[in-house]
Nanobody
Framework: LQFVESGGGLVQPGGSRRLSCVAG????????IGWFRQAPGKAHEGVGC????????TYADSVFGRFTISRDNAKTAVYLQMNSLKSEDTAVYYC????????????RGQGTQVIVSS
């Protein structure tokens, strides 16, 4: 797998954005997919994860209640719906086939940049 993220851009505080994670049309239904981010000058952090068998989702405390991870019906994409965005959400967002930051490997995409600013 080689992941590609899209959907980033400039958004005002309080706004919404939906990011997509795909792998060249390859089915992601049998994969646990995690979203991660790196803010300028800061360490990488996990944002949330959707599990492969039951689509159970988990989220970092910093985004809980604002962000939602889901799959499309064809299981070829995983989405990160971001609502009530804050300036501190500004980061490069990327996906990988793991929930754990330490397990992110070269299959991760280059990411998509989200800038939250007025």
């Amino acid at each position: 797998l080689q992941f590609v993220e899209s959907g980033g851009g400039l958004v005002q505080p309080g706004g919404s954005r939906r990011l997509s994670c795909v792998a060249g049309g390859f089915s992601l239904g049998n994969y646990t997919i995690g979203w991660f981010r790196q803010a300028p000058g800061k360490a990488h952090e996990g944002v949330g994860c959707i599990r492969k068998n039951d689509d159970l989702t988990t989220y970092a405390d910093s985004v809980f209640g604002r962000f939602t991870i889901s799959r499309d019906n064809a299981k070829t994409a995983v989405y990160l719906q971001m609502n009530s965005l804050k300036s501190e959400d500004t980061a490069v967002y990327y996906c990988a086939a793991t929930c754990y930051l330490n397990d992110v490997d070269a299959s991760r995409g280059q990411g998509t940049q989200v800038i939250v600013s007025s």
